[in-house]
Each structure stands twice: as C-alpha cells, then as structure tokens.
C-alpha cells in the first residue's frame, strides 16, 4: 500500500526557516517524481515544487522567488522541503504528493499533510 | 486566480445527477488531459478521474468524466451523501509550464 507521510510542520515566525519531510513506503520511491502542493486555509491547492525521480532537476512555483528548496534521498525513501524567509502567505497545509508513473503530472497519491503556520 | 475555472458551488438531493465545470484556454485544457480530485473535508485529494475519463480502481462508476475543446466536466450519477466534497479539476498549462488546478467547487448534498 502506497504511504506518504509529512513531518515538520508548526508555527514559525515571519522570516523564519521550516524544513518538511515526507516519508515513502509501499513502492519504489526513486522511480518517480514527487512533489509538494499546498493549500492555504480555505482556499484551492497550489502547486509549489517537484523533484526528477534521481534528484538532478527540481523546479518551484515562479512566485517562491527561490526561497524554497525541495530534496529527496533515495536511499531513505523521504522527500523534503526546506523553507527560508517565510512569509505570513506561506501558511498552509502542505502535502506531498506522487506523480503517475514516469511523468511529473498529475498525482496519484497524496499525504495527509503537514501544517505549516507563519505568525508572529 | 487560477487560470482554469470553476464554479465555487454546486449542488444536488441524493439519487440526483450533478455536473460540474471546468473551464480554460488552448493552452491548458485545449491540449491536454483533464484529471479531477476529491477532498473530503479536513482530508487530501484523492485522485477521482484522471485523462478526462478514466477511474482509478475502487472509485465508484457513478463519477464520469468528459471534456470538450477547452472544457471539462464531472458528472456525478446517483448522488449520495458522502459525496458532499470539495471537488479540483487539474490539468497542464502549457504557456506557464506548470501543473494547475481549477478554484475548486464545494458540493453540498442538500
């Protein structure tokens, strides 16, 4: 069975830094692209980052302005996602997110989550 | 704003048939697939239907899907009560290079 399971999320400060972890089980984590999406509190999902399947090409959401930076180790089944100067509109529950089979779109399986709250 | 639309609601009474849009340009929807998601309140996405009409295993015959020129549709037959969702539309734009998603419509099962 297909698990994906966030960490790391909490309430951080305005220009602080949050890195997030997605742990993989029930399939082969370095055969496909991942990705992280977000949605902000009562509002649609975004988009926000992916990962090529052996790590050496990763592309973000143009508006982060290269805050962001997602990571992958395939030897440990996790996918990451290193947040810096994050900003009140970063708020949000992230999830990450497997890509159908060799293509980087859509997802076919999705965690639960993780909370992620800028606030001061 | 998203660049493929939806309307914010919909609605229907169990057993009923509803349908809800999804509407974009040549560049996004025109020329390429067209998947739907499912979000049960305080949950994640499930993927429902994925290149326009296809269901992945285990979701029901009674969600369908269908697209024309640069729209979409999901049409759910039979409706129940735990259908009340939000429900994405999602597909790749083409001129921003990224994966997008519709608005989002809240289904209520009145």
């Known amino acids: 069975e297909v698990q994906l399971v966030e960490s790391g999320g909490g309430l951080v400060q305005p220009g602080g830094s949050l890195r997030l972890a997605c742990a993989a089980s029930g399939f082969t984590f370095s055969s496909y692209w991942m990705s992280w999406v977000r949605q902000a509190p009562g509002k649609g999902l975004e988009w926000v980052a992916n990962i090529k399947q052996d790590g050496h090409g990763a592309y973000y959401l143009d508006s982060l302005e290269g805050r962001f930076t997602i990571s992958r180790d395939n030897t440990n089944n996790s996918l990451y996602l290193q947040m810096h100067s994050l900003k009140a509109e970063d708020t949000a529950v992230y999830y990450c997110?497997?890509?159908?089979?060799?293509?980087?779109?859509?997802?076919?399986?999705w965690g639960q989550g993780a909370l992620v709250t800028v606030s001061s | 704003q998203s660049v493929v639309t939806q309307p914010p609601s919909a609605s229907g009474t169990p057993g009923q048939r509803v349908t809800i849009s999804c509407s974009g340009s040549n560049s996004n929807i025109g020329g390429n697939y067209v998947h739907w998601y499912q979000q049960l309140s305080g949950t994640a996405p499930k993927l429902l239907i994925f290149?326009?009409?296809q269901r992945p295993s285990g979701v029901p015959d009674r969600f369908s899907g269908s697209k024309s020129g640069s729209s979409a549709s999901l049409a759910i037959s039979g409706l129940r009560s735990e259908d009340e969702a939000d429900y994405y539309c999602?597909?790749?734009?083409?001129?921003?290079?990224?994966?997008?998603f519709g608005g989002g419509t809240k289904l209520t099962v009145l």
């Open positions: 999602a597909t790749w734009d083409d001129s921003l290079n990224v994966g997008v």
């Open positions: 290149k326009n009409t």
């Open positions: 997110a497997r890509a159908f089979p060799a293509s980087a779109w859509p997802f076919d399986y």
